[in-house]
């Protein structure tokens, strides 16, 4: 079955600099979540999109944006790196499953941000 | 803030199985668990949800309390390659707080 996809996997930055990752969720999937997972951390949420909407928004930072394009992937903009910015992104995406009642969320691999 | 709360750490023997608690004791009505596990900084993986009623599937089996204030995964037959951190989390069903919320989790260690 197909997944989510991430890319880049990894990335290394200097500070100051711009990032952009990238996530295309699962086919038909319509909501595309954002999660930080920095070193030694469980995930935190960041920022959700449904139908191209922002929907949900954690403890992103000012210095980060998201968008979700018309075909369902999102991508995550993140400027004037810094340091503690060094984590693991994850996408995750849903879709909702109205004869359940849930929306349950599937992983994508990740994309490791360094920033030097 | 974490709604659920879990061991730290747990072993298993390899081919037994392992039993995962879970207390959840403020959920409310409308708010399933769901079980994740990560290995090792890879992505999240699903596992299994439930509202109410014990669920199974390929993975594991989900048993939730009468109460619905604590649950416990199991894991049938666990191998090396469960060895993992589990996430037990309740969340809403969809709308505008359909994140997820990871506490601290379970470091489950399978041993041969």
């Known amino acids: 079955a197909a997944g989510v996809i991430q890319s880049p996997r990894h990335l290394i930055k200097e500070k100051r600099e711009t990032a952009t990752l990238k996530c295309y969720p699962i086919?038909?999937?319509?909501?595309v979540y954002w999660y930080q997972q920095g070193p030694g951390q469980d995930p935190q949420f960041l920022i959700s999109?449904?139908?191209?909407?922002?929907?949900d928004k954690g403890s992103i930072p000012d210095r980060f944006s998201a968008q979700q394009f018309s075909d369902y992937h999102s991508e995550l903009n993140m400027s004037s790196l810094e340091l503690g910015d060094s984590a693991l992104y994850f996408c995750?995406?849903?879709?909702?499953?109205?004869?359940?009642?849930?929306?349950?969320?599937?992983f994508g691999p990740g994309t490791r941000l360094t920033v030097l | 803030d974490a709604k659920t709360t879990q061991p730290t750490s747990m072993d298993c023997a390899e081919g037994r199985a392992a039993n995962l608690p879970c207390n959840h004791s403020?959920?409310?009505?409308?708010?399933?668990v769901y079980w994740y596990r990560q290995i090792h900084s890879q992505g999240p993986q699903y596992i299994i949800h439930?509202?109410?009623n014990n669920e199974t599937n390929e993975m594991a089996s989900l048993i939730i309390t009468e109460d619905r204030k604590s649950s416990t995964l199991i894991l049938p037959h666990a191998t090396l390659r469960d060895t993992a951190v589990y996430y037990c989390?309740?969340?809403?069903?969809?709308?505008?707080?359909?994140?997820?919320?990871f506490g601290k989790g379970t470091k489950l260690s399978v041993k041969p």
């Open positions: 995750a995406s849903s879709s909702e499953d109205r004869a359940e009642g849930t929306d349950t969320q599937y």
């Open positions: 086919p038909r999937h319509d909501t």
């Open positions: 999109f449904y139908e191209k909407m922002q929907s």
């Open positions: 403020t959920i409310s009505g409308n708010e399933y």
């Open positions: 439930g509202l109410k």
């Open positions: 989390i309740v969340k809403y069903y969809g709308g505008s707080q359909g994140n997820l919320i």
